[in-house]
């Protein structure tokens, strides 16, 4: 649906949205919105609030103010909870039955006829491509084709909203890959997808708006392209790949260079914000075999630089 002024109405809507945990607030005026047609990525590190957003709009949480609504129908209402899809993190499936026994039963618990629950897992397993292994029994299915299953199971009854938690965890290339297309797939069917992830490349892939959630709000968010183009301006990063983990006086020596990234990390990275003289200088340095330094790579700062670089921000206040 498009609004008067131009604007796509939202299949969710979260406006204002506090909520604590004990006597933490979590989220302090959270907003949200996503269309029909649209995977947003909701991004951030552990703790910072995702899971308790996700209860929120599953209407599992007890909020301080806000409001949260799914088709325009508040959360507190079981016919917009029944607009929604949940594809949680654990694998929550009957791993000795079949993955096509799994959807007929799931369907029948949800008050399904024979007749729709018939239509609704044919339905589903041609959504989630699953194929031949619609027939084999979930505990000899791999990661990936058990992640498939659930999210078969949580469209069953054809959501407004699907919402993604972690789809991806513990799975390979390929399985990835293929869940990408399958959730590429349900956009463009008309679903709104909201997709919890701590990969960032994911997200640049799949999502066309991300948002970071820190500190209790979502900010910055917006398209991938105007988050980068803002940030970084168009320029390139210059990134080293390190042979083992730095001990502390190198780790120091890379952060006084202006390089980024965790201690832990193989990994730092840098803008490239330097004349041609310092340029040469840096390349120089970089050529010094005590750094351990296994390779130099250049290129355009991703939401992973993003997420570094809010990272720092935070650490320098």
Known sequence: MTASNGFREPVLDVNGLCVNYGKRRVLKGLSLRVAAGDIFGLLGPNGAGKTTLIRSICGRTNQVSGSITVDGKPVTDRRA??????????IALYPHLSARENLETFARLNGLSRRQATEAVDF????????KQVDDRVHTLSGGWKRRVNIAVAILHRPSLLILDEPTVGVDVEARNALHEVTKSLRDEGMAVLLATHDMDQAEILCNFVGFLRNGVLSPKGSPAQLLDVTFKGRQEVVIY???????????????????????????RRLIELTPEEQVRLSTTLQDDRLGIHEIRFRKPGLESLFLRLKETETER
């Open 242 to 268: 390190l042979r083992e983990q730095a001990p502390p006086k190198i780790s120091a020596i890379f952060r006084k260079l202006g390089f980024i990234g965790a201690a832990n990390s193989l990994e730092r």
């Open 81 to 90: 909870l029944h607009r929604i899809g949940l594809v949680p993190q654990e």
């Open 124 to 131: 589903a397993v041609e959504s989630a491509q699953l194929g």
